[in-house]
């Protein structure tokens, strides 16, 4: 059963705030997804749909051709995780790898008390007195080790050290390796995240803004740097996200994907072309809400 | 790689057992009030209680009690590991009504055991059942099934109440004690022939029902309470905490 999921013009209202509005796209077995979006944007929303947390106000969702909502043969599968309240938890992280060995088909238990040892989480103290960087480790090893056909971390990362959160980026490209699967990583941590994605969402106050492979993203932004009239005369007409100026140095950062001949052009006029990041993009491509706050 | 079967019995099991765990807390406890209260209490030792009636009370109570913490706790816990909703729904009602039939059950062995002790030494037990069992002179199956039923419709009112909350939050939730309070209420008048907590003051004339239409009239009313639960969390919303 391959279960690929598709989305189709998902909307989403609760408490009068139109939380996801019309969100299409699809996601494919074995590839790595990164949903990024600001604060707010929608993300855990969107992904407590794919979870069956709740269900979408209109549109349909559909995960390996049926509907996931309440479907004993889909919800098992996809696997959540995120940042878990465990002030009020007594129980252990040995207790949880019991509960998901019995319920998730793929968990495997020897692969998350590896992990957890690896990651330092004591297996048997209660939940409520591991710090909060061990509690975002815990939770990205239940992620891991379900081994969900769907798995979904959600910004779990966030409380972990960088040495933590290296080690978990590799050991998603590793488990992604020897078990391939759809895995979704939310963030607004963009810049050290960047190169474990196939394929970007970018999801802005409940629309989604970008949904294309990472590669293609990336090359698509572009900052021109150059004399400022001949900049201007060059972006002319295209999508610039930010510029910037000193002297007469201008810089635009653009978002358009140029042709050899512009290539060519923009050579022959003396300006250089350099590649922007994704966090940039991100930045800019959302900056418009930033005004409105 | 998809399984697709129903976890109902797995969840059922996992229920039982969590909950039995609790209430092996509270079984010896009674109990212990049990044998030493009746010694500083006259109006106690003058019930005279069987202890399957007198656990009965406090077991209503644990039962309401477990209702609530299962419900808030496990419901979203299953959901979120992947259990549907249906799933747990049947795998909890089986679950709290093993729970009711085995405090009762492993009640009864203590009871017993009271009895034993008192053929062979100079102890002797107490009888009495429950006021409205006493047209029975069965004091074993019947008080077990009896106590049982009630029990369970303790747990379905503690379930509402929790569903009431988790799902339309406080006013909603104070709306679903008035449900609970109402189909305790109900239960107990079948039963008792009166109503209880917070109602026992009002006097409803109520006619005493022989024992089969009271069993009958429970299991309806336990149904019936489970057709509400089910209806209020077929499609719940699980909250991220």
């Known amino acids: 059963m391959n279960l690929n999921v598709v989305a189709k013009n998902i909307s989403l209202s609760y408490k009068g705030v139109e939380a996801l509005k019309d969100v299409s796209f699809t996601l494919e077995q074995g590839k790595t997804y990164g949903l990024i979006g600001r604060n707010g944007a929608g993300k855990t929303t969107l992904l407590s749909l794919l979870a069956s947390y709740r269900e979408p106000t209109s549109g349909s969702l559909f995960i390996g051709g049926e509907d996931p909502?309440?479907?004993?043969?889909?919800?098992?599968?996809?696997?959540?995780?995120?940042?878990?309240?465990?002030?009020?938890?007594?129980?252990?992280?040995?207790?949880?790898?019991?509960?998901?060995e019995r319920y998730r088909p793929n968990f495997d238990r020897g692969y998350a008390e590896e992990l957890a040892s690896r990651f330092k989480i004591p297996l048997n103290k209660p939940l409520k007195e591991l710090s909060s960087g061990k509690q975002s480790a815990f939770n990205a090893t239940l992620g891991l080790a379900?081994?969900?056909?769907?798995?979904?971390?959600?910004?779990?990362?966030?409380?972990?050290?960088?040495?933590?959160?290296?080690?978990?980026?590799?050991?998603?490209?590793?488990?992604?390796?020897?078990?391939?699967?759809?895995?979704?990583?939310?963030?607004?941590?963009?810049?050290?995240?960047?190169?474990?994605f196939d394929h970007v969402l970018i999801l802005d106050n409940g629309k989604l803004l970008v949904n294309e492979p990472f590669d293609e993203l990336v090359s698509r932004g572009a900052a021109v740097t150059?004399?400022?009239?001949?900049?201007?005369?060059?972006?002319?007409?295209?999508?610039?996200?930010?510029?910037?100026?000193?002297?007469?140095?201008?810089?635009?950062?653009?978002?358009?994907?140029?042709?050899?001949?512009?290539?060519?052009?923009?050579?022959?006029?003396?300006?250089?072309?350099?590649?922007?990041?994704?966090q940039e993009l991100f930045?800019?491509?959302?900056?418009?809400?930033?005004?409105?706050? | 790689m998809t399984n697709g079967t129903s976890n109902i019995g797995k969840i059922a099991k996992d229920l039982f057992f969590i909950q039995i765990k609790w209430a092996l807390w509270f079984i010896p406890i009674v109990f212990a009030v049990y044998l030493i209260v009746p010694h500083f209490v006259k109006d106690v030792a003058e019930l005279n209680l069987h202890f399957l009636s007198f656990i009965y009370q406090p077991t209503k109570i644990f039962m309401l009690v477990i209702g609530i913490i299962t419900s808030l706790y496990y419901l979203p816990y299953f959901v979120s590991n992947g259990i549907t909703r249906k799933d747990y729904f049947y795998g909890?009602?089986?679950?709290?009504?093993?729970?009711?039939?085995?405090?009762?059950?492993?009640?009864?062995?203590?009871?017993?055991?009271?009895?034993?002790?008192?053929?062979?030494?100079?102890?002797?037990?107490?009888?009495?059942?429950?006021?409205?069992?006493?047209?029975?002179?069965?004091?074993?199956?019947?008080?077990?099934?009896?106590?049982?039923?009630?029990?369970?419709?303790?747990?379905?009112s503690g379930w509402m109440i929790a569903l009431g909350f988790y799902r339309f939050g406080g006013w909603g939730g104070m709306g679903f004690i008035l449900v609970a309070i109402l189909y305790i209420n109900l239960t107990d008048l079948i039963w008792e022939g009166h109503a209880s907590h917070p109602f026992g003051w009002l006097n409803i004339p109520f006619p005493d029902l022989p024992l089969p239409v009271s069993l009958i009239g429970a299991l309806i009313f336990i149904l019936l309470g489970f057709m509400v639960i089910r209806k209020v969390s077929k499609r719940i919303t699980i909250a991220m905490e």
């Not at chain 2, 029975?136 to 099934?145: G, K, Q, V």
């Open chain 1, 226 to 278: 150059g004399s400022s009239k001949v900049v201007d005369e060059f972006v002319n007409g295209m999508t610039k996200l930010n510029s910037q100026q000193l002297g007469d140095t201008k810089s635009v950062m653009i978002y358009e994907k140029l042709s050899e001949k512009q290539w060519a052009e923009a050579e022959r006029q003396g300006l250089q072309i350099g590649p922007i990041s994704l």
């Open chain 1, 69 to 100: 909502f309440e479907n004993r043969n889909i919800m098992p599968h996809v696997g959540f995780v995120y940042e878990t309240n465990y002030s009020d938890e007594y129980d252990p992280p040995s207790s949880y790898f019991e509960f998901a």
């Open chain 2, 92 to 156: 909890a009602a089986i679950g709290s009504a093993t729970v009711a039939f085995g405090i009762m059950f492993l009640s009864a062995i203590l009871a017993g055991i009271l009895e034993l002790i008192g053929a062979f030494s100079n102890y002797q037990p107490s009888t009495s059942t429950m006021e409205f069992l006493q047209s029975t002179s069965s004091i074993w199956i019947i008080p077990i099934l009896v106590y049982s039923f009630i029990s369970i419709g303790y747990y379905i």
């Open chain 1, 283 to 293: 930045i800019h491509l959302t900056k418009e809400e930033l005004k409105d706050d």
């Open chain 1, 146 to 196: 379900s081994r969900s056909s769907i798995t979904i971390l959600d910004e779990v990362y966030l409380a972990m050290d960088a040495p933590t959160r290296d080690l978990f980026y590799k050991e998603v490209i590793e488990e992604q390796a020897q078990h391939p699967r759809i895995m979704i990583l939310s963030t607004h941590l963009v810049s050290e995240m960047e190169y474990l």
